[in-house]
T-cell receptor
């Protein structure tokens, strides 16, 4: 079955540590996105990538880094520079071809908690 | 100004009521429009696409007004199971997907 998979579902991080959240899709989508959602808040865009080896900062990129070495994979690293990383992280993908109706498909999310 | 704006609510409505949400977008070059539904502590899921001619899916009707740059979602005969957050989504350019912050709906028995 095609889909988008995030792992782990729950992640605990000690202060000062970097952690990497995984996002893999087998939908052959060009575009991938990372969002952060805080309790009672909407989705805020961290980074997005429209094509392999290219990515752009979203609205809240500080303290995060990404890579896009393969079409299927778009990992997000939450660095120690991110002062308030506890949140629900959602990865999404969309087909990425201009002119087509580009609904986004989401992974099930990773809930990150700093301990 | 935010690219996509929604009233956060919450909208508290009795079962059976009709409720409508609006969402405004700032960029006239926006190309595709969607409504997503997000249940508590879950990922958003596509509810319906929004077409210029308007579209209906059962109790749900979506409309797009390009001149005024807004989209709307109408829910008729509200059910308890409709309680969720409804996210407006706008895409433009080469798949730049922008989400609104969502409107929370609570249907009350």
């Amino acid at each position: 079955d095609g889909g988008i998979t995030q792992s782990p579902k729950y992640l605990f991080r000690k202060e000062g540590q970097n952690v990497t959240l995984s996002c893999e899709q087998n939908l052959n989508h060009d575009a991938m996105y990372w969002y952060r959602q805080d309790p009672g808040q909407g989705l805020r865009l961290i980074y997005y990538s429209q094509i392999v080896n290219d990515f752009q900062k979203g609205d809240i990129a500080e303290g995060y880094s990404v890579s896009r070495e393969k079409k299927e994979s778009f990992p997000l690293t939450v660095t120690s520079a991110q002062k308030n990383p506890t949140a629900f992280y959602l990865c999404a993908s969309s087909i990425g071809v201009s002119g087509l109706r580009a609904e986004a498909f989401f992974g099930q999310g990773t809930r990150l908690t700093v301990v | 100004r935010k690219e996509v704006e929604q009233d956060p609510g919450p909208f508290n409505v009795p079962e059976g009521a009709t409720v409508a949400f609006n969402c405004t977008y700032s960029n006239s070059a926006s190309q595709s429009f969607f409504w997503y539904r997000q249940d508590c502590r879950k990922e958003p899921k596509l509810l319906m696409s929004v077409y210029s001619s308007g579209n209906e899916d059962g109790r749900f009707t979506a409309q797009l007004n390009r001149a005024s740059q807004y989209i709307s979602l109408l829910i008729r005969d509200s059910k308890l199971s409709d309680s969720a957050t409804y996210l407006c989504v706008v895409t433009r350019g080469y798949q730049k997907v922008t989400f609104g912050t969502g409107t929370k709906l609570q249907v009350i028995p």
